[in-house]
């Protein structure tokens, strides 16, 4: 056991820094060092299904750490493109590689639906690994094949339910196909139970979690923190596969839980190392499994199926990220992304084997066909990168740090519209600024009309740093991008604690990210604009000028201070949409007293009221004392 262990672990030292050096990626790495020391080629190691199932835990691991990275309400943001995106790339993918397995290839309609199912599914542990390793995986593209790729992980679930509905033979017990402790159960019964454990990891992840973490943290002992964290780990795994569902599933939903709590980067730096380590060692046995011997007799056979498999999937997912309006520049990254075969696949055919669904020479052209995919999966994620490369090589380059000007006072990020008007102000009050912008035609213009303007993104700590943010009292983010916007807050943070931040925020939702980041000052782009507009709309319609402009202020402090408030209600839509309604009654209600008062007001004026009430109506309630939108 020690030699095999040796073997491994000198062929990921030897191949993956190669691969890393000329360009290739640490999976293609990995999966090359499999295929050197793999029965085919150099013979140095058998069969790898044991290993292989071993090293699947990699992938549990890896979903785990990224449902740290996401938070409830970001996930609860990702529904639509979970159940919609991924919903319909399964369906699709499956009928359309159903339909030319059963018309073209003239197989059974059970074999050919099976056919359609696995091979619809794509490899989670390679497309999260290289788009991570790519820096791509927060991107609109990333983000959503993520989703596709969790709504495959539960997909899983009814196709093991389904598959033994399609079997030719009598069908073989339930508990000879399966590891779960209740399939012998009625269905409502297996039900009820996959229910009632995915509602305890939940509530334990939420409420029993964190006193045992402070209690083992208490003991200032890493060894133990990091031990009850493969505890946790492993033992969700396990109960999750006692009752036939996904482990990765109920890992990530573990770690979308404690996505919130103090523990979090703890968790991360713990499993990180194993996690890498046992994703090495599937790929490693992913591409030990690949025959060669079949390969070489069916070459063309199995390289046409590929491609075909690719291009399909492709083709589907691409009109898929046009219809659902992913961003141009990211349509073809997730078309490429999610177009080869996974590693569930292996876990489906051995039960496709089982039932006798599939042929054994079915099952290992299959088999092969799904390997040499994702093999070639890093390679397609490397072309895309070489396009990218070239179609953004016309584009001028960052302005070296070094080309920078040292802010005094502020630093601006973003110099379109909303930016000019705030560096405008500040410049003819005395403040000395740096503009950062990343938008090569903004730069062009204001360099022709002679504004000190740097090419750079604010996102990368050595340009902002260039730009002064050790120095500088403030950091204004002007860019029309939430999701950088909150990048950069988040680097202003950790690095440059000093600094004050006023932020651009796009929308309420944006608003809402802002205030939880605790910027220093925020305003919503349009909304001094509408409220100023709505004045002049008032006075038009025959209020006075004093009457309109105190309409428009009282009504600019209710909304920032049902900002601030509905900002704790956000992502609970019910109690949301009840407290938005409520506040929006307020308001009315606010806004009638106020011109309530100013009438009585005027009337005292005339001198026609009682002792006492111009006090008393010069003081109209405050928004603040009311129920705020």
Known sequence: MLEIALIYLAAAIVAVPIAKRVGL????????????????????????????????????????????????????????????????????????????????????WQTALAIGLMLALSSTAIVLQSLEEKGWLKQEAGQNAFSVLLFQDIAIIPILALLPLLAFAPQTSTKEISDSIIASWPVWQQVCVSVAVIAAIIAGGKYVSAPLFRYIAQTHMREIFTIFALFLVVAIALVMQSIGLSPALGTFLAGVVLAESEFRHELEADIEPFKGLLLGLFFITVGASINFELLFNEFSTVIGLVVLLIVVKACILFALAVTFKINSKQQLLFALALAQGGEFAFVLLSVTTTLSILTPEQTSLVTLVVAVSMLIAPLLLMVYEQIQKRSSSALPEFDKPEQISTAKHV?????????????????????????????????????????TVFYGDAARQELLEAAGAHTAQ???????????????????????????????????????????????????????????LAVEALELLGNTKQDAERAGKLFRDHDRAAVVQLAELWGDDASYGVAVRQRMEDLKQVLQQDKQAQSDLNTCDSGDCEDGLTEVASKPKKPDDAHLE
Not at 55 to 67: D, I, K, Q, S, Y
Not at 100 to 105: D, G, N, R, S
Not at 421 to 448: F, K, N
Request: aromatic share 10%; glycine share 10%.
């Open 25 to 108: 990626g640490s999976v293609l790495g990995y999966l090359i060092a499999g295929i050197l020391i793999g029965p085919y080629a150099l013979g140095v190691v058998g069969d790898q299904t044991d290993v292989m199932h071993f090293a699947e835990f990699g992938v549990v691991m890896m979903l785990f750490l990224v449902g740290l990275e996401l938070q409830p309400s970001r996930l609860w943001t990702l529904r639509h493109s979970i159940l919609g995106l991924g919903g319909l790339q399964v369906a699709l993918s499956a009928a359309a590689i159903f339909a030319f397995c059963y018309w073209f290839f003239a197989m059974h």
């Open 474 to 532: 403030m950091l204004v983010i002007a860019i029309d991008n939430p999701d950088k916007t909150i990048e950069i807050i988040k680097l202003a943070h950790k690095n440059y604690p000093q600094l004050k931040i006023v932020a651009r925020a796009i929308d309420r939702r944006h608003a809402y990210q802002l205030l939880n980041l605790k910027v220093d000052a925020f305003n919503r782009e349009t909304v001094d604009s509408a409220i100023n």
């Open 411 to 451: 630093i601006i990020a973003g110099y379109g519209r909303f930016g000019q008007i705030m560096g405008r102000l500040l410049h003819a009050q005395g403040y000395e600024i740096t503009v950062l912008d990343h938008s090569p035609s903004q730069i062009e213009l204001l360099r022709r009309f002679g504004n």
